[in-house]
């Protein structure tokens, strides 16, 4: 495998598009698929695309939902995201959006508390020290 094929997976996949909603949909929180849009939103999360994906429960929905019929491609994927070091690409790109609610939380944690973990992470993330 090439570096721009390891560094971007989806690049050697059949289905890019699919492939791409199912890694975001593999990376978000399994706690929050099937929730009504209220508890969702409640996280945070507004997001149109991400919306849509958590309405999706099971594998089996999503590859109804987007017409993937052999539901091997899906155990496929699965390898590939393992194989390719997790899930954690998946997560910076819905998570990055929340970014600036957990910088406030860290912010009212800090100021409410003055504890040095979420001081020395303030100093980390804001300052860049």
């Not at 990376?27 to 149109?48: A, C, N, T, W, Y």
Request: net charge neutral; hydrophobic share 40%.
């Amino acid at each position: 495998m090439d570096d721009a094929t390891y560094e971007h997976p989806e690049l050697s996949v059949y289905k890019k598009q699919e492939y791409e909603a199912y890694l975001m949909w593999r990376s978000m929180p399994s706690i929050l698929r099937g929730q009504p849009r209220h508890v969702v939103e409640k996280f945070g999360i507004d997001d149109e695309v991400a919306m849509s994906l958590l309405e999706i429960r099971t594998q089996s929905e999503f590859a109804k939902r987007f017409g993937i019929k052999d539901l091997g491609t899906l155990t496929d994927w699965n390898k590939r995201i393992d194989e390719q070091g997790g899930l954690m690409q998946g997560v910076s790109r819905w998570a990055k959006k929340l970014t600036p609610n957990v910088v406030a939380a860290l912010y009212r944690e800090v100021t409410k508390t003055g504890k040095a973990a979420e001081t020395r992470m303030w100093m980390e993330i804001v300052e860049g020290m």
